[in-house]
């Protein structure tokens, strides 16, 4: 079992930046591939940025590439997510994830654990 709980979020005026944060419990983090997702009013979950294991791969969805990255610290059991040049569109609830999976997975359900969300709202 892994509990995860993330940190960080809030208000920020478009163009600028927050860190969010997920903490994970357990011996095991180091195995696992890690997400970011995020979820808008009336709109599907999507998988923002994603990380395997050891860190080798990265993933991250069009609309933010460039602006956004992922990072995980396996001494901490951390994964954290730096989100710069924020856009209203960024607005959404936005969740960390674990999954079993050894590569690189981005649907949803392809992950096993999920901490709470965190909401993100970004003025224009």
């Known amino acids: 079992q892994v509990q995860l709980v993330v940190s960080g979020g809030g208000l920020v005026q478009a163009g600028g930046s927050l860190r969010l944060s997920c903490a994970a419990s357990?011996?095991?983090?180091?195995?696992?591939?890690m997400g970011w997702f995020r979820q808008a009013p009336g709109k599907e979950r999507e998988c923002v940025a994603a990380?395997?294991?050891?860190?080798?791969?990265?993933y991250y969805v069009d609309s933010v590439k460039g602006r956004f990255t992922i990072s995980r610290d396996n001494a901490k059991n951390t994964v954290d997510l730096q989100m710069n040049s924020l856009k209203p569109e960024d607005t959404a609830v936005y969740y960390c994830?674990?999954?079993?999976?050894?590569?690189?997975?981005?649907?949803?359900?392809?992950?096993?654990?999920w901490g709470q969300g965190t909401q993100v709202t970004v003025s224009s």
């Open positions: 357990g011996r095991t983090f180091r195995t696992y591939t």
């Open positions: 994830a674990a999954s079993k999976y050894l590569s690189m997975v981005v649907r949803g359900t392809g992950y096993d654990y």
């Open positions: 990380i395997t294991s050891s860190g080798g791969s990265t």
